[in-house]
């Protein structure tokens, strides 16, 4: 399986299909931290917001990398459907990690940020809080999934718009999305540590149900 | 390996491009998987392969180690001919040492050499299917499923597939092929699969005297005659033009 993740990861980088997503993402924070500097811990949370949409798309990009039967060659070279789709998860996560790891550095290079340098913990949590949802919505919108290149696009913008619009203080139904306005709201208002548990909890929660899914759907669509 | 009552369709409520197919490979069995284009022979062989899951039914007793050669490998891809072999290799899970002894190893056996640090997309339709064959040979496979093997090879290739499929089978591994070109005469003692209509029909392998019956067609109907005579469980031999006509 390590193996296999390996090779998607190399096929999304010497394919220069990592190109676009980086770009995106170096646009998104340029104009975050463009405005002057701000408070670390308080910046990371909207970072994170901003940074979601991005990581869906960067897995939706890794995902459909590989050709349709190259797909179907690894699994079958695997012996198990299962493995196979793990290692698409897991290729994604790491290039997810890359970018997080950009989305954390950069603005203290440029003078972005201002703060202690321990509000880098709390970037890294609340971005790592973003990144399996945004991993499993990415999956989802995949081209073995949605077959069509319009039907991907719809998932990802959906999910990305309702990431926002259900999480928004007094949304009806919270709980139906990951907890990315929560996490924005903890960063800039603060909180206890019970509140950051139960974040993390609805993030892992939400992510290992939307991984379901989508291996659900990936066990008939090789 | 054991198909069992599978059905296939690719999508809810539509047409089923298999229906009711039961059947039986046993170690060091040879089937040649035959039928028009189109009739589902494809499908038959990536469920075999366990690429798709039957929408009904099942198939049991897949060995550990399968290998599939597609009917079209997917060279658009990164990566150099060794840098592919090694890659999968590896997801196969073999060591350094031994992919690269593998690699080399069918690399020669296929005449690859002259290729192996050209990128993938630059090969040509039959290199790249050298490939494919040599991604599935990488680890022993228990059970090889060659889909059109023929298709694209150049002659001296072609004539290594035989080898490959006997070799296989004299080992103990199961081997399915597709082919609608009549290089399948090379296996001699292959049981066949005529696909047809939704549905497999099974004959064992021949053991009994045959002869042979030279029939003359239109060129016209040649595809279609040739078919038919396949789906009767006749085993076409060769086809030719006539001379002077």
């Not at chain 1, 998104?28 to 994170?48: D, M, P, R, W």
């Not at chain 2, 047409?15 to 046993?26: D, F, M, Q, Y």
């Not at chain 2, 009917?71 to 899970?93: K, N, S």
Request: charged share 15%; proline share 5%; with cysteine.
């Amino acid at each position: 399986m390590i193996a296999l993740t390996r090779m998607r990861l190399h096929g999304f980088v010497r394919t220069g299909r990592a190109v676009a997503p980086l770009i995106a993402a170096l646009a998104v924070l340029s104009i975050l931290y463009g405005g002057g500097q701000a408070e670390a811990g308080e910046a990371y949370g909207v970072s994170a917001l901003v940074a979601f949409p991005v990581l869906a798309w960067q897995t939706k990009i890794l995902l459909d990398v590989e050709p349709d039967v190259q797909r179907r060659l690894a699994r079958v070279a695997l012996g198990s459907a299962g493995r196979e789709i793990a290692a698409g998860l897991l290729a994604a996560a790491a290039a997810g990690l890359g970018t997080i790891a950009v989305a954390l550095v950069m603005p203290w290079i440029f003078g972005g940020v201002k703060g202690e340098p321990s509000s880098l913990l709390i970037g890294l949590g609340v971005h790592l809080l973003a990144l399996g949802p945004a991993v499993a919505l990415g999956a989802l919108s995949c081209r073995a999934v949605t077959r069509t290149a319009g039907m991907g696009a719809a998932v990802l913008v959906t999910g990305s718009v309702l990431a926002i619009v259900l999480g928004l203080q007094g949304s009806p139904a919270p709980w139906l999305v990951p907890p990315l306005m929560a996490a924005t709201r903890f960063t800039t208002s603060g909180g206890t540590a019970l509140t950051a548990l139960t974040l993390a909890a609805h993030a892992t929660l939400w992510t290992a149900a939307a991984a379901w899914a989508y291996a659900r759907l990936r066990r008939d669509r090789a | 390996m054991h198909l069992d009552d599978v059905w296939q369709r690719y999508r809810r409520g539509g047409p089923w491009v298999l229906s009711n197919v039961t059947a039986r490979v046993e170690p060091g069995g040879i089937v040649v998987v035959l039928g028009r284009n189109g009739a589902g022979k494809s499908t038959l062989l990536q469920l075999v392969a366990g690429v798709l899951r039957p929408t009904r039914g099942r198939v049991t007793d897949r060995p550990a180690v399968v290998g599939w050669v597609p009917e079209r490998f997917p060279a658009d891809q990164a990566g150099t001919v060794t840098g592919y072999l090694r890659a999968m290799a590896a997801v196969r899970g073999l060591g350094h040492a031994a992919a690269t002894r593998a690699v080399d190893e069918w690399v020669q056996r296929l005449g690859l050499g002259a290729f192996r640090d050209v990128k993938l997309p630059e090969l040509s339709k039959g290199t790249a299917q050298k490939v494919g064959l040599a991604q599935a040979m990488l680890a022993p496979p228990d059970l090889l499923i060659l889909d059109e093997p023929w298709e694209g090879l150049d002659a001296a290739t072609r004539d290594l597939v035989p080898g490959i499929v006997l070799e296989v089978a004299a080992r103990g591994g199961s081997v399915l092929v597709s082919d609608h070109r009549g290089e399948t005469v090379r296996l001699p003692g292959a049981a066949s699969w005529t696909v047809a209509d939704g549905t497999v029909t099974t004959a064992a392998a021949d053991t009994g005297p045959r002869c042979v019956v030279e029939v003359a067609v239109d060129a016209a109907d040649l595809a279609d005659a040739v078919a038919r005579l396949r789906e009767q469980g006749h085993h076409v031999l060769r086809v030719r033009e006539e001379v002077g006509s």
